[in-house]
C-alpha cells in the first residue's frame, strides 16, 4: 500500500518541477521572440511562446484536482497545439539554415 503514495507523490513532485521548468522556458522564449522580432532569427524563433505556453497549460491541467490524472482532452489538445508549434519551427530553422528565404508577413 505504501508504494502508491509514494510513487503518487513523485509523479506530483515532477509534474510540479516541469510546470515550473516550462514557466521558465516560457518566459526566456518570449524575451528571445521579442528579441529578435523583425529580423529571419526572430520568424524562426516565433513559435517557441506557443510550445512552451501550450506544454505549461498541460502540466497545469494534470495538477489540477478536478481534472483526470491524465490531464484529459486538454492536456491532448496543449500537446496537439505544442506539436504543431513546433513542426512550424523546425521548417522554420531548416529553411533558415540551408538559406532558404522565409517570406515574412
Not at 6 to 13: D, E, G, P, Q
Not at 57 to 66: F, I, Q, Y
Not at 71 to 79: K, L, Q, T
Request: charged fraction near 10%; hydrophobic fraction near 60%; include cysteine.
Amino acid at each position: 500500500m505504501a508504494l502508491p503514495t509514494w510513487a503518487t507523490n513523485v509523479t506530483v513532485a515532477l509534474n510540479v518541477l516541469t510546470f515550473a521548468a516550462t514557466t521558465v522556458a516560457c518566459t526566456f522564449a518570449s524575451i528571445a521572440a521579442v528579441g529578435f522580432r523583425g529580423t529571419e532569427w526572430g520568424r524562426a524563433l516565433a513559435p517557441l511562446p506557443v510550445v512552451f505556453a501550450a506544454m505549461t497549460v498541460s502540466t497545469g491541467v494534470t495538477l489540477h484536482p478536478a481534472t483526470p490524472a491524465d490531464g484529459g482532452r486538454v492536456a491532448v489538445a496543449m500537446w496537439a497545439v505544442a506539436i504543431g508549434a513546433i513542426a512550424v519551427c523546425c521548417w522554420r530553422f531548416v529553411a533558415l539554415f540551408t538559406e532558404r528565404r522565409v517570406v515574412g508577413r
